[in-house]
T-cell receptor, first 116, second 112 residues
């Protein structure tokens, strides 16, 4: 069982809709991440939050808006998406933002997004 | 910057066969190296890691040795099971340790 919980598991939205993806972890981790994964590709980093502050934005379009309300929660707000944004969105966490060096990222099962 | 190259898949094996998935890296210094696994319909899980040259990471019967002479971190398992069918990603931190750099992934299919 994963300790990073993502909801919803599946989401279908139109290009004019506004929706949100949610992620929750209770491991006391202080770094949280959003990744995007297209079919048959590796995950691509989108955002990193460290101690509830945005520390990395990988030049993601503004139609994706992250939010970290507290140390356990991470949201990704979606607005005016394009069909090419359809993908699996993965949330991850680690003890600190040095998780990239220790490699100990804990991933959720992902939210599969389809944009019509 | 740091990068990894993985063998193309899919790798198709019968149960109990020996597995090798090749991974070579290019890096400044000697960063930690990782193998992640993604089972169907799931997120990624850290499978094993090695933090310095000549280290051997192991987990669930899988092993990989950090070889600086050949800049390799090949994943091996002596006897695969159907349940090992998944996509395997080799990874290392980028030069500034700001993110993980993943290989392209290798799909493993194990038949009974």
């Amino acid at each position: 069982d994963t300790e990073v919980t993502q909801t919803p598991k599946h989401l279908v939205m139109g290009m004019t809709n506004k929706k949100s993806l949610k992620c929750e972890q209770h491991m006391g981790h202080r770094a949280m991440y959003w990744y995007k994964q297209k079919a048959k590709k590796p995950p691509e980093l989108m955002f990193v939050y460290s101690y509830e502050k945005l520390s990395i934005n990988e030049s993601v379009p503004s139609r994706f808006s992250p939010e970290c309300p507290n140390s356990s929660l991470l949201n990704l707000h979606l607005h005016a998406l394009q069909p090419e944004d359809s993908a699996l969105y993965l949330c991850a966490s680690s003890r600190t933002d040095m998780g990239f060096n220790t490699g100990e990222l804990f991933f959720g099962e992902g939210s599969r997004l389809t944009v019509l | 910057g740091n990068s990894v190259t993985q063998m193309e898949g899919p790798v198709t094996l019968s149960e109990e066969a020996f597995l090798t998935i090749n991974c070579t890296y290019t890096a400044t210094g000697y960063p930690s190296l990782f193998w992640y696994v993604q089972y169907p319909g799931e997120g990624l899980q850290l499978l094993l890691k090695a933090t310095k040259a000549d280290d051997k990471g192991s987990n669930k019967g899988f092993e990989a040795t950090y070889r600086k002479e050949t800049t390799s971190f090949h994943l091996e398992k002596g006897s695969v099971q159907v349940s090992d069918s998944a996509v395997y990603f080799c990874a290392l931190p980028n030069t500034g340790f700001q993110k993980l750099v993943f290989g392209t992934g290798t799909r493993l299919l194990v038949s009974p």
